[in-house]
C-alpha cells in the first residue's frame, strides 16, 4: 500500500465526515441553506482529521512512543517508509490548506467560527505535540467528543443557521460519543506499549477492564440521547428510528470489544468508525424525510 494512503488512514475518517454530514443535514430545511457552505466545511474537517493523523505519527516517533514493540497499523515514520521532516511537511499543508478553507467559513460565520477554528488547530497539534500533548495526558477521547462532535455538530449548523438548537448541541453528543469510542479502541490496543514509554491515555489509567465496560457506555449512550430527544420532543422520530437500526453493530462491536485484546482489537478500529458514519448518515437521510 502506499505510504501515504498508510500516513492518512483512511478507515478513521468518518470520525470526522459522519458530525458535518449530521450538521448540515440538520440545517437542510432551512432557507438560507448554502451547499458551499457544507462542502467548505466537510473539506476541513476532513483536512483536520488528516492532519492529526500526521501528527499523531509524527509526534509518536519523535517523543519514542511508537518503538518495534507497537501491535497497531503501521506508523511510516516509525518504520521508516515515510521521512520524519515529509510527514510533518504534510501535516503543515494539511493545516494551511485547512486554514484556507476555513477562511471562507469564518468570513460566512464570523467570530464565533474564527474561535472554533482556532481551538481546532491548536487541537490539532495539541493533540500528540506540544508541550502537553492531549493524548499522552488521557484527554484523548475527551477532544474527539469536543472537537469530532460538539463542534463538528454544533458548528456546521450554527455555520448554516446563525444560532444553536438543543438538537444541534443532543446530536453533537452522540456523535461525538461514537467518536471517542474509536479513540478508546486505539487506547486500550495499545495499553502495553503505551504503558512503557510512559503516555498515560485514559486506557492506561484506568486499566483495559474499565476500559471495556466505558466502550459499552461510549457506543449505548448516544441511542439513549436520540431517544430522549425524541421524548422531548426534540428531535423528529423518523430519523431517530433509522439511526436506532445501526444499534444492531454497536452490539456486535461491544461483544467483540469485550473478547480481544492487543492486536486483535485493530478490526475493531475502523469497525467502530464506521459506526459513526452509518449512525450518521442513517440520522441524516432521515432527516430529508422529514424536511
Partial sequence: ???WILAIRPRTLPAAAGPLLVGNFLALPLEKFSIW??????VCALLLQIAVNLANDYFDHKNGIDTEERVGPTRVTQ???LAPTAVRNAMTLCLLLSLAVGSFLIWHGGWPIAILAAASMLGALGYSGGPYPLASHGLGELAAFVFFGLVAVVGSYYLQAGETTTASWLLGSAVGLLNAAIM????????FTDTKAGKKTLAVRIGEAQAKVMYQALVYLPFGLIIAGFLLGQLPGFPVLLAGLSLIMARKLSSDFYQYSGASLNPLLGKTAKLTMMFSALFSFGLVFVV
Fill in 1 to 3: 500500500m502506499n505510504p
Fill in 37 to 42: 457552505v457544507a462542502v467548505a466545511s466537510m
Fill in 79 to 81: 518504520s521508516g517508509l
Fill in 184 to 191: 478508546l479502541v486505539n487506547n486500550t490496543r495499545d495499553i
